[in-house]
């Protein structure tokens, strides 16, 4: 058996306040997933359970390391998922507002990629 690649999905995700690169990950993967329902998985290719696919997450942050890889899993339902961050996305002027937190006058965007894939 192979792996095949069923869908690719997209999304985009930002943190206007906070600076957290997790958060803007989580709302791009959550982007992503919201735009896509895998009725082939049960009605072509007939699987018995969702937990069968495999989930590829690969998201572009501006700083990686600071990504929690384990909350972002959390926002995909189904399957067996890996995730990478990779050095993307973007940093751009905004507003501090001191109620949402000291310092935080930059907003974080991240760019989400989720393939899911079938093995057979």
């Known amino acids: 058996m192979t792996m095949k ?35 082939g998985l049960v009605e072509i290719l007939e699987l018995t359970t969702l937990e069968e696919v495999f989930v ?3 998201v572009a942050v501006p700083r990686p390391s600071e990504m ?23 940093i751009t002027q ?5 109620r949402f937190g000291p310092e935080c006058d930059q907003i974080v965007v991240a760019n989400a990629s989720i393939t899911v894939s079938v093995d057979r």
Not at 7 to 25: F, R, Y
Not at 68 to 90: F, L, Y
Not at 94 to 98: S, Y
Request: with cysteine; hydrophobic share 40%.
């Open 5 to 39: 690649r069923f869908i690719v999905e997209l999304g985009t995700g930002i943190d206007l306040h906070g600076e957290n690169v997790t958060k803007a990950a989580c709302r791009a993967v959550s982007d992503a997933v919201s735009k896509s329902c895998l009725c």
């Open 56 to 58: 590829d997450i690969l």
């Open 68 to 90: 929690d890889g384990e909350k972002v899993k959390e926002m995909v339902p189904i399957g067996r998922k890996t995730v990478r961050a990779v050095e993307g996305g973007m």
């Open 94 to 98: 905004g507003l501090c507002v001191e």
